[in-house]
């Protein structure tokens, strides 16, 4: 049938798509007209007529799109259907003219339609009419599965409801079921399997390799076999007879049979039984044992349970689920237990942990898809190795487990802690000329079962537990072992090293016999003994070494040491040349040169050599030797711990310090911070003395003496004056460093226990605002009137939505409320100039009216005349609020006006400190500064030096030294210890609070990312312009030439993103259509469909006009709010939006993405994501604030396998730079290197 070439390639691809989706309803055909229904935003009514060659005539359907005369989507879908003959014939099951399209029809209405009423007769949990509804069951398949069900051909095996933490198929929480059939064969059995959950086939497997349907997926449901459809009738039999499952879950189960307990009351008292003559129910006792000899890898461990009478358990699995179901369970054919948990002895409660942990393993291995021979289920043991070996024997040490062999010979093995049981003989290897060659040794060891901790081993009597640090003792021997026997040979050469090393240690871990021993003793040389003398030559160290073997003594320097001369020694000298070589390997590595006349070992001129002999050197020459020195070498010495004392006193705001060492002078001291390096283990003092570097105490005042910008004479002398700003940073430097001690003055103490217990602090809520903050708005309060209170400023960066306009109000109002109380004789400076985004100053006009209409506030708007003026009559009022632009401009106004407090908001409209706007904030005169936003960072470390260069002018030292020693070693090299070093610097100026903490009644937020992928025109033009990019970047291979073509790479980057919105952006005459835009359609009509309000977010003022288009054809109301409105109508918009029932608001997020309250909308949608995650989550923050009822939910337009899926990985990799400074969440990032736009255009 030919119709496809009268649609646009993205309708159909979305019609493919919403076939995939299972959105096509039953189709059904009479003659040559076709019928059916789609699910799009609502369910459409589609139609179809057929000629008799095979060609579309005529096609319908009832959505708005079809109406205007386009063929559609829906139109797609269902001729898609018709074509993959998903049809169902309305008058007969065949086609007269012999077509294609009905023999794989599916399984007819009527049939289903007699499943249906089969099982209308009473509830069943699991609806088995559903489950054959949704397949896409083939008529002639199912008749062919029944017949094979009906004579035995197949037939049903086994059925189990799977518990709730089994992950084998489903979402946890949902009970599901597995069926398993059998396909009876000739030779071999074949099994067939299903599993489902209430009300859908989930997973189908045919084991009949030879059915060429068993190598398909359930994906593919036309494929499902003959065989599937067999087990399905049995399934649908099996149902209808047992009708098996429930919708109570376990914790439900466990309450009722709680509640049942409570009801029918405790158990009979004893008098109760004596008198009635009744017996109390016996707790269930778990009994293990051993399956046959140990063998193979893993001895086998069975189970049996009973009261009185042990059942033996033919199938864990099957025991485990009955278990967890507390349910009844057969023990042959006449025996029925009743099972649970609450039914086991105490005792017996650790065996049935690792049954059940057992059973779990294996369930999860099905679930990952383990290939290899696993069972279907336990069977009748579990093998024992690792950490389950570990438990079985910590749950049955001292007790006695039967061991079962073959034939029904049984045995009792005891359990106990045992050494490991080794015999060792060693005889001489003499040939027939009774010439001495060697020994021989030969021994057995039991064979060894490794656990995670411990080894095991079996005797006659006992299973014996080796503790593991034995077995690693004894690695030697068991690499060598065979089978649990061990033998080998030693020469002439190696007995030495045998006699006085190996048969040592082989008597302190075996039972030795060994009669020749005077034989071989006779024909080993005396040891090697080694003597060391050590002496201090100038800045070096020397060694003199010798060897005695006996009365006789050599020289372990010399030219007899060559190679050549030791390797061609005598073997039958007394020397020991390997020992010897051994010990030589050992001096030089603290040795490596020879002093001028050969006799000695020398350290040479390097420090390292002689700090790594004192630190660890001398230690090992005393374990292979004798070891003597002189008055010289021993005046040597580490100082290795040393311990200081930091004095620090808080006088007229500047801070005094100084610093004290108890074994190092002021002089030595300065000397070692002067040449402090982190990666030196050592330094040397001009005394000759190492001091131990890898010390936290000393690299913590290192730090602090570069964090302060001091010198170490200035640092250790207290000859410097520190801003009392450092106060709360010292203050945690000196907290919990080992060997640190701080001297605190009561001044240093007050300061520090002030911010420490801010939320306790004396300064009152407002009378005007009590009532009005928060538990956490308060706490914000008084962190801002504390740091008042010293002349600090700080940055108030609660989460969009969390009131850090009313926590700033209150500060001014209480401040006014002071001046009030306590009036002065001098003119008190104006309380504060509040600078805001211009589209924000109305707002804070109406805010500051609104919580503190007692205040006296001016907007600074107007002309420039107006302005002047306005700026002029400042002492007649309290607050006066002004923008960013406006105060570039009269800057000059402000002269000689002093305020309380300036507040900046959104601040980071000052995140590049060399912009106007950044200088003129810095230009006003106040006794404290505070900023507030958001996002202190949200590309770059420098926004945060910006900020703070506005409020501490000073606190993170000039840019180029903040660059050098933070940014760079932070961003570049991702240096976590100066980024935790920044951290603690900075916290104690940034208050940062998240709605999920403290808003513990703001609904949830849901995220969701909606993919759409291209297709047609569209996915032309996006293909042609990421090699149009590729070729671009790949001539700017140079840095310059990347720089110097950046601005052109962005626009064509920008183009890329313009596409995945819709080409329609740039292209005027484009009718390809925007599969983006299409889907937000959708999503716009599902929301409101489901009564729900939405804001729209794009960058692109272009790509909202498109949407207007969409929604104005739809007939959907809308707001639309961007840079070009006008403060006043922006506030007209937002009030008439959160009051009325208008669904939709437009809004471009450079605009509208910060300061306004839209909690009348609940649904988000992000239509192209912003390179910075930060401006979409404050974007977000317009309806997920204060005043929320409903969950919000936010969606993430983004077309797959493009750009946009690059950006939002990007932003995953670079948001940890906020996270780690602030503990924060949000950084994104606009600065691109070539590198990351190649990594965007990567398919």
Request: glycine share 8%; hydrophobic share 35%; with cysteine.
């Amino acid at each position: 049938m030919k119709w496809e070439y009268l649609f646009d390639d993205d309708i159909l691809a979305r019609g493919r798509r919403y076939l995939r989706d299972g959105r096509v309803g039953t189709v059904w055909q009479s003659g040559s007209e076709y019928k059916g229904t789609v699910q799009g935003s609502r369910r459409y009514s589609v139609s179809a007529h057929f000629l008799e060659n095979g060609n579309l005539e005529r096609v319908g359907c009832s959505c708005p799109y079809a109406h205007k005369g386009h063929f559609c989507k829906h139109m797609a879908a269902l001729l898609y259907a018709i074509d993959a003959g998903m049809v169902q014939e309305e008058e007969t099951t065949g086609a007269s003219d012999g077509s294609t399209i009905w023999k794989n029809s599916r399984i007819l209405e009527s049939e289903l339609t007699g499943i249906e009423e089969m099982f209308s007769d009473r509830y069943y949990f699991f609806d088995y009419p559903a489950m054959i509804r949704k397949l896409r069951l083939r008529q002639a398949v199912w008749n062919q599965g029944k017949a094979l069900a009906k004579s035995g051909a197949v037939r049903w095996k086994s059925f189990q409801i799977l518990g709730s933490h089994d992950q084998t198929v489903l979402t946890k929480g949902e009970v599901s079921a597995w069926a398993v059939g059998e396909i009876v064969r000739e030779h071999q059995a074949a099994q067939v399997e299903v599993v489902f959950s209430q009300n859908e086939i989930t997973r189908m497997t045919c084991g009949n390799w030879s059915c060429p349907e068993s190598y398909f997926a359930l994906s593919n449901s036309d494929r499902i076999c003959e065989h599937e459809a067999a087990l399905l009738y049995l399934l649908g039999e099996y149902i209808r007879e047992h009708n098996p499952g429930d919708a109570t879950d376990e914790s439900g189960e466990l309450l009722l049979r709680g509640i049942e307990n409570l009801r029918t009351g405790p158990e009979e008292s004893d008098l109760h039984l004596e008198l009635t003559g009744g017996t109390r129910q016996k707790p269930l006792i778990l009994e293990p044992f051993f399956r046959g000899e140990p063998a193979g890898d893993a001895p086998l461990l069975g189970f049996g349970i009973g009261e009185s009478k042990i059942y033996k358990i033919k199938n864990l699995s099957e025991f485990a689920a009955a278990m967890e179901r507390g349910s009844a369970f057969p023990f042959g054919t006449k025996t029925m237990l009743i099972l649970g948990e609450d039914r086991l002895a105490a005792e017996s409660g650790p065996l049935w942990k690792m049954i059940r942990s057992a059973a779990d393993e294996l369930r999860e291995a099905r679930r990952l898809g383990v290939s290899g021979n696993i069972s279907p289920d336990l069977g009748e043991t579990i093998p024992l190795y690792g950490e389950r070996f570990d438990r079985f024997f910590e749950i049955m040490n001292g007790k006695s487990v039967e061991m079962r062999i073959s034939q029904g010979r049984k045995r009792m093995l005891r359990l106990r802690d045992a050494e490991l049981t080794v015999r060792i003989d060693i005889t001489g290897n003499v040939d027939g000329n009774g010439v001495f060659h060697g020994l021989s040794v030969e021994g057995t060891l039991p064979q060894i079962y490794r656990g995670l901790e411990h080894a095991y081993c079996f005797d006659e009597g006992h299973l014996n537990r080796i503790a593991g640090d034995e077995i690693r003792e004894m690695e030697p021997l068991l690499r060598i072992a065979e089978g649990g026997e061990i033998h080998f040979r030693i020469g002439r050469k190696n007995l030495s090293s045998f006699m006085y090393d190996t048969l040592p240690w082989l008597e302190k871990h075996a039972e030795v016999r060994f009669p020749d021993r005077e034989t071989a003793e006779r024909c080993v040389p005396p040891k090697a003994a080694f003597a060391f003398y050590l002496d201090a030559d100038g800045k070096s160290a020397v060694c003199t070494a010798k060897v005695c073997y006996g009365e006789k003594e050599y020289p372990l320097t010399g030219i007899p040491y060559e190679a050549e001369a030791v390797s061609a020694w005598d073997p039958d000298s007394v020397r020991d040349p390997d020992r010897e070589q051994i010990v030589i390997g050992l001096l030089r590595q603290y040795f490596p040169e020879m002093t001028d006349d050969g006799a000695q070992f020398s350290t040479g001129k390097k420090e390292e050599f002689v700090y790594l002999l004192l630190e660890e050197g001398v230690d090992r020459l005393i374990a292979a030797g004798e070891v003597s020195s002189t008055d010289e070498f021993r005046r040597l010495a580490i100082r290795r711990k040393t311990t200081f004392t930091v004095g620090v006193s808080l006088q007229s705001n500047l801070l005094t310090m100084h610093v004290q060492g108890d074994e190092l002078s002021s002089d030595e001291l300065i000397e070692v911070l002067a040449h402090y390096d982190r990666k030196k283990k050592f330094y040397r003092l001009k005394s000759g003395d190492f001091v131990n570097l890898d010390q936290e105490n000393i690299a913590e005042l290192e730090k602090m003496m570069e964090s302060l910008h001091l010198s170490p004479r200035e640092f250790v002398d207290g000859k410097m004056n520190i801003p009392a700003y450092r106060t709360l940073y010292l203050d945690r430097m000196l907290e919990n460093v080992e060997g640190l001690y701080a001297d605190r003055d009561r001044r240093f103490k007050t300061l520090v226990k002030e911010f420490k217990t801010v939320s306790d602090a004396d300064f009152e809520v407002p009378q005007a605002m009590k009532g009005v903050l928060r538990k956490y708005q308060k706490t914000g309060y008084r962190w801002m009137r504390t740091l008042a209170q010293y002349g600090f400023g700080g940055i108030l960066a609660d989460e969009m939505g969390l009131g850090k306009t009313l926590q700033t109000i209150a500060l001014i109002e209480a401040k006014r409320e002071e001046n009030m109380s306590a009036p002065s004789a001098d003119s008190p400076p104006v309380i504060a100039l509040i600078v805001t985004p211009a589209s924000l100053v109305y707002n804070w006009g109406e805010e500051l009216e609104k919580f503190a209409p007692n205040l006296r506030v001016q907007l600074v708007t107007g002309s420039q005349a107006e302005r002047a003026e306005r700026i002029r009559s400042a002492k007649d009022y309290d607050v006066l609020v002004t923008s960013y632009d406006l105060l570039k401009r009269d800057a000059a106004e402000y002269e000689g006006i002093e305020f309380d407090y300036e507040v900046i908001d959104e601040a980071q409209y000052i995140k590049n400190h060399t912009t106007a706007a950044a200088k003129a904030v810095k230009l006003i005169h106040s006794r404290s500064r505070f900023a507030l936003t958001g996002t202190p960072i949200e590309n770059r470390l420098s926004e945060l030096w910006s900020i703070f260069d506005y409020l501490m002018p000073g606190f993170l030292f000039r840019y180029e030294d903040f660059r050098r020693q933070i940014e760079l070693p932070v961003v570049k090299e991702g240096d976590t210890a100066v980024s935790e070093h920044l951290s603690r610097m900075v916290s104690p100026f940034i208050l940062r609070r998240f709605k999920k903490d403290v808003l513990t009644d703001l609904p949830e937020k849901l995220e969701e990312v909606r993919y759409s992928v291209m297709s047609g025109e569209q996915k032309k033009l996006y293909d042609a312009q990421t090699a149009h990019m590729r070729s671009i970047l790949r001539t700017s291979d140079s840095k310059e030439e990347f720089n110097r073509n950046r601005m052109q790479i962005l626009a064509e980057l920008l183009r890329l993103r313009e596409i995945c919105c819709d080409p329609g952006m740039y292209l005027e005459n484009y009718r390809g259509g925007s599969v983006k835009r299409e889907a937000c359609m959708d999503l716009i009509r599902s929301a409101i469909d489901g009564e729900h309000r939405i804001l729209v977010f794009s960058q692109f003022t272009s790509m909202m006009e498109l949407l207007e288009e969409s929604l104005r054809e739809e007939k959907i109301a809308y707001y639309r709010l961007d840079g070009r409105t006008p403060s006043e109508e922006r506030l007209r918009l937002v009030n008439r939006f959160n009051a009325g029932d208008v669904p939709v608001f437009l809004i471009s997020l450079g605009a509208g993405g910060t300061g306004l309250n839209l909690t009348g909308a609940d649904v988000v949608i992000h239509y192209d994501p912003w390179w910075n995650l930060a401006r979409e989550d404050q974007a977000t923050g317009r309806a997920h604030r204060i005043g929320q009822k409903r969950k919000v939910t936010v969606y993430k337009m983004i077309v797959k396998g493009t750009v946009e899926e690059k950006i939002l990985e990007m932003q995953e990799a670079k948001k940890k730079l906020a996270e780690d400074i602030l503990g924060a969440e949000g950084a994104g990032s606009a600065s691109l290197t070539r590198e990351d736009l190649l990594e965007l255009l990567q398919e």
